[in-house]
């Protein structure tokens, strides 16, 4: 059995802002770096300035992230070996309109998760709620778990291996440190950017990856689906043809506390007090189908197959706005009208026989308009293929 590092370690080269190195599941070798250098430099696999070849980049529309790939057998070929056994360094050549560098760099692998239902995730001091975010999606059927620290010191991602240990051990979770700036003058929020388009590329074999944050959590409207067959079904049939689909876009709906309520040890999930409708538009977020991405930025892909968003009726995820935002306090303890206390069916507990219940749990005060329209909607049967 393998045994699984404390945390994985980025190859990073700061001069060049490098945020890592490695070989993707599929055979690629990869760079990642925030789009911080303009433009963006050439960088070649460099044994002999005969046979130099230069990586391809692709390169996120929005000015956050730069992805450079080469297949990793070319790299055998210019390196001259001949085995399928990669280097596990290699020499590179940088060049922008100011400096030509060659370094010779080390070269990262990750586990490889083909066919699996994968999310992943970018913390910074969250381990209050992390299990309670790894376990509920558990639940739902989520199989692995990403999750890269941004806390940025050896402290906090000791403490998080504490925390996460026994998922560790299990292989559930792998732990990643992540400790570049969340924003930078020029690629902006690349802090994120990078780390959502790093599991696109390390992990592109796994059937699905969730790009979320741990405040956020999957409610979906059908748990019939999700009981007789998870999370991982409900994507797939949101879809009639996967292999031409880049992501499936699941809508926020925001909650808050403004009852100051406790929220420790997932007592958050029976708060019900939440905005009366799910955000319309920017703030979606997405189940990627990682092949079929070439970049990605925050609620989207810039690059890539194109993006369904999941009807409301169907899924949207809870977004607990308040949790470990003290200084927005004002915002995330906002007076509502409106509960909505359906993801309650997914806790434990919730039903004899952990059978899910059908029905739609969702209304507001009584004297508010609407009440009798919302408390009467039914689910809706789905079938995408008629």
């Given amino acids: 059995m393998e045994v699984q590092p404390k945390w994985y370690q980025p190859i990073y ?65 210019i390196l001259g070996q001949h085995t399928k056994n990669y280097p596990n360094t290699v020499t590179i050549s940088i060049q922008n309109a100011d400096a030509n560098h060659k370094i010779e760099i080390n070269i990262n692998k990750y586990p490889s998760y083909a066919g699996q239902l994968v999310m992943s995730t970018l913390v910074k001091h969250e381990d209050n709620i992390i299990r309670t975010w790894i376990d509920f999606h558990i639940r739902l059927g989520v199989q692995r778990f990403i999750i890269y620290d941004n806390a940025g010191t050896s402290e906090s991602l000791e403490s998080l291996r504490k925390v996460l240990l026994d998922y560790i051990l299990d292989g559930v979770v792998i732990l990643i440190s992540w400790p570049y700036s969340y924003r930078l003058p020029i690629s902006d929020i690349s802090g994120q950017t990078t780390q959502q388009n790093h599991a696109i590329r390390a992990f592109n074999t796994a059937r699905w990856i969730g790009l979320m944050d741990v405040d956020e959590f999957i409610n979906i409207q059908r748990p019939d689906i999700i009981h ?159």
Avoid at 16 to 33: L, T
Avoid at 46 to 69: D, E, R, W
Avoid at 272 to 278: D, F, I
């Fill in 13 to 77: 080269i700061p001069d060049w802002h490098i945020y890592d190195c490695f070989y993707s599941d599929i055979g690629e070798f990869v760079i990642i770096m925030p789009a911080e250098m303009q433009p963006a430099p050439s960088i070649q696999i460099c044994p002999g300035i005969n046979n130099s070849v230069a990586l391809h980049l692709n390169k996120c529309p929005h000015n956050h992230t730069y992805v450079y790939k080469l297949d990793a057998q070319r790299v055998n070929s």
């Fill in 228 to 386: 007789n067959g998870g999370l991982c079904r409900f994507l797939d049939s949101m879809t009639s043809n996967y292999t031409k689909l880049g992501a499936l876009r699941l809508c926020n709906k925001f909650f808050y506390n403004p009852e100051n309520l406790p929220v420790d040890n997932g007592q958050f999930l029976q708060i019900t007090n939440c905005a009366n409708k799910v955000t319309k538009k920017g703030r979606e977020k997405c189940f990627v189908n990682p092949s079929c991405v070439c970049t990605f930025s925050v609620h989207m892909i810039t690059r890539g197959l194109r993006m369904i968003t999941i009807p409301p009726r169907f899924g949207y995820f809870n977004h607990y706005c308040y949790l470990n935002k003290p200084d927005q306090k004002q915002k995330t303890q906002k007076q509502t009208l409106w509960h909505d206390s359906s993801i309650t069916r997914y806790l434990p507990g919730s039903s004899p026989n952990n059978q899910f219940v059908n029905t739609n749990r969702i209304y507001c005060h009584p004297n508010s308009s609407g009440a009798d329209e919302i408390n009467s909607q039914p689910f809706l049967t789905y079938n995408p293929t008629k």
